[in-house]
């Protein structure tokens, strides 16, 4: 039996790449009943049990559907800011530069040269709370979409496939630096407050909530940027020459030689690509179609 295979979906200035789909072979084996892929249907298993709930993938990736970015885009992408354009733009920016004021002076960011522990706190501590956002946008939506009883216009696969990106960021650079017992708790305590005021802001004013996250994203091409820039010829040269985690060449396709610099480099294009998307679906009014493809965010 011939194995099927997808494509992923990718930004339109990245590159396809293909993702091995179970083999009908693969899906009678656990169990799988009434399956229909590409057109084909797959025999139903004599088994009197219900479907597996799960099949054995031979890559052990089940991340969703993201961007694969050609080398000449990651090294264009720059800092874009959008000015403010009414009240609840300005609340958004000012939200965002206190956040940033606060973390930076209490982290130690603001003063001194940017050391290793330093690039490693910041990236850890943004990378978990720029994880919320999506998946609380995406469950509310979902949420919305069971009560109206009505589809939600493509807007919860961006959403929660932005929330597993902002996460694969994480866990690459834990690879590198495992957080102790004090950062741990300061993520926990943050992650309990912002979960909650996005939550509650979402349900308010989702427009105020995909404008905040415009502007987080905004900062965090500044702070990648700025991290590029050490590497280059700054207290951050060894990035140079560190391997990547195997985590992060599997998941941006990286070579084999790829290095902790090309994750950077990765890491800062998904950031502009998030805040591009945000921006643009703050634009957008209750009920219109996201003009994002599945694997845009």
């Not at 950031?271 to 179609?289: M, Q, S």
Request: neutral net charge; glycine residues 6%.
């Amino acid at each position: 039996m011939r194995s099927l295979c997808a494509c992923v979906c990718s930004a339109d200035t990245g590159v396809g790449a293909q993702m091995v789909v179970p083999s009908v072979d693969a899906l009678r084996a656990a169990g799988t009943i009434d399956v229909t892929i590409d057109g084909q249907s797959a025999e139903a298993s004599i088994s009197d049990t219900v479907s597996s709930p799960s099949i054995n993938r031979p890559d052990k990736d089940w991340t969703l559907m993201h961007p694969i970015w050609k080398n000449e885009y990651v090294h264009r992408v720059t800092y874009t800011h959008l000015p403010p354009q009414d009240f609840v733009d300005r609340l958004a920016l000012n939200t965002i530069r206190a956040i940033r004021f606060n973390f930076d002076w209490m982290s130690g960011y603001s003063f001194g040269k940017l050391t290793e522990k330093k690039a490693l706190t910041r990236i850890v501590f943004l990378e978990t709370v720029a994880g919320v956002p999506g998946s609380v946008a995406g469950t509310l939506r979902h949420l919305a979409s069971l009560r109206r009883m009505k589809r939600d216009g493509g807007w919860i696969n961006t959403l929660l496939a932005e929330s597993e990106n902002e996460r694969m960021h994480l866990l690459t650079f834990l690879n590198v630096r495992s957080p102790g017992a004090f950062m741990r708790a300061m993520v926990f305590l943050t992650q309990g407050i912002f979960f909650n005021f996005f939550w509650v802001s979402y349900l308010i004013k989702p427009k105020f909530c995909h404008r905040l996250v415009g502007y987080l994203e905004e900062e965090a091409v500044v702070t990648y940027t700025k991290i590029l820039k050490e590497i280059d010829g700054g207290e951050l040269k060894a990035w140079k020459t560190t391997p990547a985690p195997e985590i992060a060449k599997k998941y941006w396709s990286l070579p084999e030689d790829a290095t902790l610099a090309d994750v950077v480099i990765h890491v800062r294009a998904d950031e502009a690509h998030h805040r591009d998307v945000n921006h643009t679906l703050a634009e957008l009014k209750d009920g219109d179609l996201n003009p994002f493809r599945d694997g845009h965010a």
